[in-house]
C-alpha cells in the first residue's frame, strides 16, 4: 500500500486549510489514507529535512506519496486533491485548470 503524506507547519496559513479539510475527509484523499506531518515537532522536522529540504524545497504545505513530491489542490467543492507524476487527471479540474497554470488572457 502507497504512503501519502502532507507536511504542515502551526504557523503556515494554507497549511491549516488543507488539514481542516483533510480532517473532514476523515483524512483520505481518494480513499486513500494520508499522513499530516507536523514539522514543528522533531520527528516531523527530522522526516520534513529528509523528504523535502534534501531535495532543495522548503515549501509547507506540500505532499508525497511513496517518495514523490506531489500537488495539492482543491477541487470545485473545497475537497483535498492530490497529483502525483504518473496520475491519470481523474478529478473536476481539467488538467488546463490546475493550480500551478497561469489564468488565460482575458480576450481584448
Not at 488539514?19 to 514543528?40: F, T
Amino acid at each position: 500500500m502507497s504512503e501519502t503524506k502532507i507536511f504542515s507547519h502551526e504557523f503556515c496559513g494554507p497549511c491549516h486549510e488543507v488539514v481542516e479539510q483533510l480532517e473532514k475527509q476523515g483524512n483520505q484523499i481518494n480513499g486513500e489514507p494520508v499522513r499530516v506531518v507536523d514539522v514543528a515537532t522533531d520527528e516531523g522536522f527530522e522526516e520534513f529535512q529528509r523528504d523535502v529540504l534534501a531535495r532543495g524545497d522548503g515549501a509547507v504545505p506540500t505532499a508525497f506519496r511513496d517518495g514523490q513530491q506531489c500537488q495539492l489542490y482543491f477541487d470545485n467543492e473545497d475537497h483535498v486533491g492530490l497529483r502525483c507524476p504518473g496520475d491519470e487527471v481523474s478529478s473536476p479540474l481539467d488538467a488546463a485548470e490546475t493550480p500551478s497554470d497561469p489564468p488565460e488572457p482575458e480576450p481584448s
